[in-house]
């Protein structure tokens, strides 16, 4: 896995290489994913999605900026997420497509960051992924191109 570069908290921080990079895990590698799975979703069965987010992608709960490269690749996760949604609901009604935010867990991913987190919303993995598995096996279509939290709460786009 790889660990990530430091956050971009300040515009003078950001380099081409980076945006690229943040879009290219972040954004591009799932669509492609999408496209290249789209074959495999039947009509007539149910199909959930998961891109997974970050609570960070939302526009409307940013309040302390920064963090450009990751926050905007997120973003850009989250309108493909929408988009998909629309155009799944329309080929394949009971296909389910949301972005999930599975809250901080405590991976190397997160380590070098977690000195900000409170200690009771650092999960660990086992409970990360519980959490998960509760959300997914509780959608329903009207949930379709929705952006949710880990205790199944929606995020503000």
């Not at 515009?11 to 990079?21: K, V």
């Not at 590698?29 to 979703?41: A, M, T, W």
């Not at 850009?76 to 809250?103: D, M, W, Y």
């Not at 650092?122 to 929705?146: C, H, Q, R």
Request: aromatic residues 8%.
């Amino acid at each position: 896995m790889m660990i990530p570069s430091t956050p971009k908290k300040r515009l003078a921080d950001i380099s081409a290489s980076s945006l690229e990079r943040s879009y290219t895990i972040n954004a591009i590698g799932p669509i492609l994913v999408l496209k290249h799975f789209r074959s495999l979703i039947q009509r007539e069965k149910k199909s959930v999605i998961v891109n997974m987010s970050a609570r960070v992608a939302s526009i409307e709960d940013n309040s302390i900026g920064g963090w450009y490269s990751y926050r905007s690749s997120k973003a850009s996760l989250n309108q493909i997420t929408k988009t998909v949604a629309i155009e799944f609901a329309r080929q394949l009604p009971k296909s389910i497509c949301i972005a999930f935010h599975p809250g901080s867990v405590n991976t190397r991913l997160s380590k070098p960051f977690q000195k900000a987190i409170p200690k009771e919303k650092l999960f660990e993995p086992d409970y990360a992924a519980a959490k998960m598995a509760a959300v997914i096996n509780n959608l329903t279509t009207s949930d379709n191109g929705s952006f949710l939290a880990w205790d199944g709460s929606k995020i503000p786009w």
